[in-house]
């Protein structure tokens, strides 16, 4: 017996196959990255870059905004910047003397913060309440932002100099976290011998829509995902929790974060159902920034991703 894929995955993916091509146009030999990246915008989270410098970091975020006919938003974290220069804030308006809100560059379809980690903490934390609910409020005015809303942060290691490094609060609302890597020797070569990189990247034109995004996201989240699906992802959220090497374990919000992006994975893939190979190609970007290592895993070397690898290892698969 022969089954028909539901129509809105070939949609998702002809449009997310659509998008991908785009942002590889300019950005190349980071294929997995750019999935990754779109998948975060169509599952509606957040996504951090973080690497060394020099990589690619905000090309991506550029080439994504420049990818969508949607509104864009820059802000270059440094460690003066205040809040209201993220939110905005109220000027008083002589003409019918009252104050007047002027929104910041958050009030955005997407917002790149770029080197995040040079924020103080309370500019930092300023962006909670937008990436867990989509609004900001303002001398006690709440205010909704555009949808769809994604913030895509860069970071360097915390390692460099000048850095401050995000709390597990903030952490928990991005998505993903991704690292971009350097380029392989071809695509190296490819990139220096491009006459006009930075005007290619001005070329770049758009090839979907906000609304786009929306049904998308829409289509993607009535991807179907068996019981035994979902109880897998509860066991791997229950082991995390019990595991010698993870002090601090999945949250619900990874869980509901994983298996949001893994419909959207599987859409992609023209597929109208989710596979226990869906979740485990997002795990590493979706939970490693989400844990916290034991001391003992800290002391042996563990990275946060070996020890979801390890998880992924353990946990029984469904059949």
């Given at each position: 017996m022969t089954t028909t894929e539901p129509p809105q995955s070939v949609t998702v993916a002809g449009v997310f196959d659509e998008v991908c091509s785009n942002i590889a146009r300019v950005i190349m030999g980071k294929d997995q990255v750019i999935r990754l990246t779109v998948t975060c915008l169509v599952?509606?989270?957040?996504?951090?870059?973080?690497?060394?410098?020099?990589?690619?970091?905000?090309?991506?975020?550029?080439?994504?905004?420049?990818?969508?006919?949607?509104s864009f938003g820059r802000v270059q974290f440094t460690p003066d910047l205040l809040p209201s220069d993220v939110l905005g804030s109220?000027?008083?308006n002589q003409n019918?003397?009252?104050?007047?809100?002027?929104p910041g560059p958050i009030f955005a379809n997407l917002l790149l913060g770029?080197?995040?980690?040079?924020?103080?903490?309370?500019?930092?934390?300023?962006?909670?309440?937008?990436?867990?609910?989509?609004?900001?409020?303002?001398?006690?005015?709440?205010?909704?932002?555009p949808r769809p809303f994604m913030v895509v942060a860069t970071q360097n290691p915390l390692e460099h100099q000048g850095t401050f490094p995000l709390p597990e609060s903030q952490l928990d609302r991005?998505?993903?976290?991704?690292?971009?890597?350097?380029?392989?020797?071809?695509?190296?070569?490819?990139?220096?011998?491009?006459?006009d990189h930075d005007g290619l990247m001005d070329r770049l034109q758009p090839v979907a829509s906000a609304a786009d995004i929306t049904a998308m996201a829409q289509a993607a989240q009535q991807?179907?995902?068996?019981?035994?699906?979902?109880?897998y992802l509860v066991d791997l959220a229950d082991r995390s929790r019990n595991s010698s090497q993870i002090l601090l374990g999945m949250s619900p919000r990874a869980s509901l974060g994983l298996l949001r992006a893994a419909r959207v994975w599987a859409a992609a893939d023209g597929r109208g159902f989710v596979t226990p190979d869906d979740v485990k190609r997002l795990a590493?970007?979706?939970?490693?920034?989400?844990i916290v290592l034991s001391p003992e895993a800290q002391l042996h070397g563990t990275t946060a991703a070996e020890a979801v690898e390890e998880l992924l290892r353990v946990t029984p698969v469904p059949s």
């Open positions: 599952a509606h989270g957040h996504l951090l870059l973080e690497d060394v410098p020099g990589v690619g970091k905000t090309s991506i975020a550029k080439a994504l905004a420049r990818s969508i006919r949607a109220s000027v008083w019918d003397a009252t104050f007047e809100f002027r770029d080197e995040i980690n040079r924020a103080s903490p309370k500019t930092q934390s300023a962006l909670l309440e937008a990436m867990a609910e989509e609004q900001v409020t303002v001398d006690g005015t709440t205010y909704a932002l991005f998505l993903m976290r991704v690292s971009i890597g350097y380029p392989s020797r071809d695509d190296e070569l490819a990139l220096l011998g491009e006459e991807v179907h995902a068996s019981p035994a699906l979902t109880g590493v970007p979706v939970l490693a920034h989400r």
